[in-house]
T-cell receptor, first 113, second 115 residues
Framework: SQKIEQNSEALNIQEGKTATLTCNYT??????LQWYRQDPGRGPVFLLL?????KEKRKERLKVTFDTTLKQSLFHITASQPADSATYLC????????????FGAGTQVVVTP | GAVVSQHPSRVICKSGTSVKIECRSL??????MFWYRQFPKKSLMLMAT?????????EQGVEKDKFLINHASLTLSTLTVTSAHPEDSSFYIC???????????FGPGTRLTVL
């Protein structure tokens, strides 16, 4: 397995600003990388998937980038809202393991009005 | 679409008892389901991969005799924590592969507390 690093410190941001989260990995580049949202006491909810041959993906106010040279993905929430407050997890597919995912520990985002 | 349920959502049991957690895909068939556990402020740790009609595949360090997994149908997988101890207290989450094998749909989780 590889090491996946996400900022452990909570990201506090004012409503309307853009939140940017980082996901770094150390070893092989995954075939795809995913971002999930997790609320306290709940299971993760799938947000976006980006493949190794894609540079950027967008979905409404969310944007994900994937740089296999830097071994990094950035997750952006534009025009953030208090309802965006949650923990965001990145997940990478595990090489040669069909469908298995390895998760980062997540970054908590707190959006204040 | 792609809804996964878990039952129960919370369970408290005495040490030494066994607890069964159900994971169901409600509106799709899932050939593969995954079981995770998560400690507070920690990452999801994959415990095992469950395939319908065959034995589960356990990750390194996970005791297969302690965490019994049964995937009897394309919509149901169960995890039984046998002879539970306080150190088994955790948040257990299942997920299911939908029609897209690169996306997992997660259940709401089960909070297990062993006294």
């Amino acid at each position: 397995s590889q090491k996946i690093e996400q900022n452990s410190e909570a990201l506090n941001i004012q409503e309307g600003k853009t939140a940017t989260l980082t996901c770094n990995y150390t070893n092989y580049s995954p075939a795809y990388l995913q971002w999930y949202r997790q609320d306290p006491g709940r299971g993760p909810v799938f947000l976006l998937l980006i493949r190794e041959n894609e540079k950027e993906k967008r979905k409404e106010r969310l944007k994900v980038t994937f740089d296999t040279t830097l071994k990094q993905s950035l997750f952006h929430i534009t025009a953030s809202q208090p309802a965006d407050s949650a923990t965001y997890l990145c997940a990478l597919d595990i090489a040669d393991s069909w469908g298995k995912l390895q998760f980062g520990a997540g970054t908590q985002v707190v959006v204040t009005p | 679409g792609a809804v996964v349920s878990q039952h129960p959502s919370r369970v408290i049991c005495k040490s030494g008892t066994s607890v069964k957690i159900e994971c169901r895909s409600l509106d799709f068939q899932a050939t593969t389901m995954f079981w995770y556990r998560q400690f507070p402020k920690k990452s999801l740790m994959l415990m095992a991969t469950s395939n319908e009609g065959s034995k589960a595949t356990y990750e390194q360090g996970v005791e297969k005799d302690k965490f019994l997994i049964n995937h009897a149908s394309l919509t149901l997988s169960t995890l039984t924590v046998t002879s539970a101890h306080p150190e088994d207290s955790s948040f257990y989450i299942c997920s299911a592969d939908g029609t897209r094998l690169d996306t997992q749909y997660f259940g709401p989780g089960t909070r297990l507390t062993v006294l």
